[in-house]
């Protein structure tokens, strides 16, 4: 006979606590989703080119209209706190004392080289569950972006593939045109 051992599920709390306290540290790569703390993969040189390259494509064409917050958390709910490579965020939350909620996102960017089966399968999941209206997976294993729409539960109703040598705007700024050509960067 077996007994199931009993887990603990991290809050948003308790992980900034394990900070604070020490435990762990800025040089420690983890995040918190659905109360597991995660150790996220070494930024390889092809994310880190994309991750710049989607920062400056986003900011070159902001006006002023929203901010770009690159690997920074979004408090998705009392469990979750990812650090998405790139989210754009209303201008309102420069003097902001907490991280983003959903309801202040406009959109996510994942980068995912060696994270794209976790990007695909549990972080959307979490960010549908949570309400962010537009999620965009820039899979650099098959160089193509996978944009999700409309969430209903915890999924999308709406994905659509974009090759690299497609263009995407997101929902909230149509008129901003993202050329996946100066995006993905060479192998």
Excluded: C
Excluded at 11 to 37: V, W
Excluded at 71 to 86: F, G, H
Aim: hydrophobic share 40%.
């Amino acid at each position: 006979m077996s007994a199931l051992a009993a887990t603990y599920k991290f809050t948003i709390e308790d992980f900034q606590h394990l900070y604070e306290s020490g435990l762990l540290d800025a040089k420690d790569r983890i995040e918190l989703l659905n109360g597991e703390l995660i150790i996220m993969h070494a930024i390889g040189y092809r994310h880190a080119q994309a991750v710049t390259n989607l920062t400056f494509e986003f900011g070159d064409q902001a006006r002023r209209r929203y901010m770009i917050s690159p690997q920074n958390p979004v408090e998705l709910d009392e469990y979750s706190a990812p650090q998405p490579d790139i989210t754009l965020v209303p201008l309102s939350r420069r003097k902001s004392k907490r991280h983003p909620s959903p309801e202040e996102v406009f959109l996510i960017i994942e980068v995912g080289d060696s994270s794209v089966r976790y990007d695909r399968e549990d972080k959307q999941r979490a960010y549908a569950a949570t309400g962010i209206r537009e999620f965009w997976l820039l899979n650099l294993e098959d160089d193509i972006l996978e944009i999700y729409r409309q969430p209903e539960g915890a999924a999308y109703r709406e994905k659509i593939i974009i090759t690299a040598d497609g263009v995407a705007s997101p929902l909230a700024f149509p008129d901003v045109v993202i050329a996946l050509s100066e995006i993905i960067p060479p192998r």
